[in-house]
T-cell receptor
Framework: GAVVSQHPSRVICKSGTSVKIECRSL??????MFWYRQFPKKSLMLMAT?????????EQGVEKDKFLINHASLTLSTLTVTSAHPEDSSFYIC???????????FGPGTRLTVL | LAKTTQPISMDSYEGQEVNITCSHN???????ITWYQQFPSQGPRFIIQ???TKVTNEVASLFIPADRKSSTLSLPRVSLSDTAVYYC??????????????FGTGTRLQVFP
């Protein structure tokens, strides 16, 4: 199946700093990418849907100014957690869907720890 | 998007068959049923997808009754490595439509030796 990568796999940062997480589709063009957040022992929660070349669509309760999403190319989407706080510590997962496809391929996730 | 209900957890022993049932009473005509597997600190992995009756692949079978209000994921002869969380999702599987996946609680399967 198609491969989706995320970078970094884990990151530790100080409170107040910003962190960028990359999501790449390695062998296909992803017209749509999705960003999820997962707290320990909880299910994945969809944060936003990102379409290449347009603004992301955020789910209710997700602050768009705090979680900046950029989908500048068909193989790359980035999530920037701005002014991170300890409560933003979580596992962030992206998925990608190709044009004309109905299957999402998930990345391996990024563990963010905010001190 | 149809809501799904699954058991929170299940226990099994190595070599046994495990059946995890998911309820989706409000499934729409266009909805497909998809199951994902997730190991700790990893992204979900696609297991199987179906629309009706029975689907089988190299890792699992999916049974869907005629009314499609539930589905059962069957894992034959589980091993310790099958310990994971299993999610059942329903969504519009029409090609070309963007599918927003809404994850439910999932079923935490623990396989014992």
């Amino acid at each position: 199946g198609a491969v989706v990568s995320q970078h970094p796999s884990r990151v530790i940062c100080k409170s107040g700093t910003s962190v960028k997480i990359e999501c790449r589709s390695l062998d296909f063009q992803a017209t749509t990418m999705f960003w999820y957040r997962q707290f320990p022992k909880k299910s994945l929660m969809l944060m936003a849907t990102s379409n290449e070349g347009s603004k992301a669509t955020y789910e209710q309760g997700v602050e768009k100014d705090k979680f900046l999403i950029n989908h500048a190319s068909l193989t790359l989407s980035t999530l920037t957690v701005t002014s991170a706080h300890p409560e933003d510590s979580s596992f962030y997962i992206c998925s990608a869907e190709g044009a004309g496809s109905d299957e999402q391929f998930f990345g391996p996730g990024t563990r963010l720890t905010v001190l | 998007l149809a809501k799904t209900t699954q058991p929170i957890s299940m226990d099994s022993y190595e070599g046994q068959e495990v059946n995890i049932t998911c309820s989706h009473n409000n499934i729409a005509t266009n909805d497909y049923i998809t199951w994902y597997q997730q190991f700790p600190s990893q992204g979900p992995r696609f297991i199987i997808q179906g629309y009706k009756t029975k689907v089988t692949n190299e890792v699992a079978s999916l049974f869907i009754p005629a009314d499609r209000k539930s589905s059962t994921l069957s894992l034959p002869r589980v091993s310790l490595s099958d310990t994971a969380v299993y999610y059942c999702l329903v969504g519009d599987g029409v090609r070309g439509n963007t599918d927003k996946l809404i994850f439910g609680t999932g079923t935490r399967l623990q396989v014992f030796p």
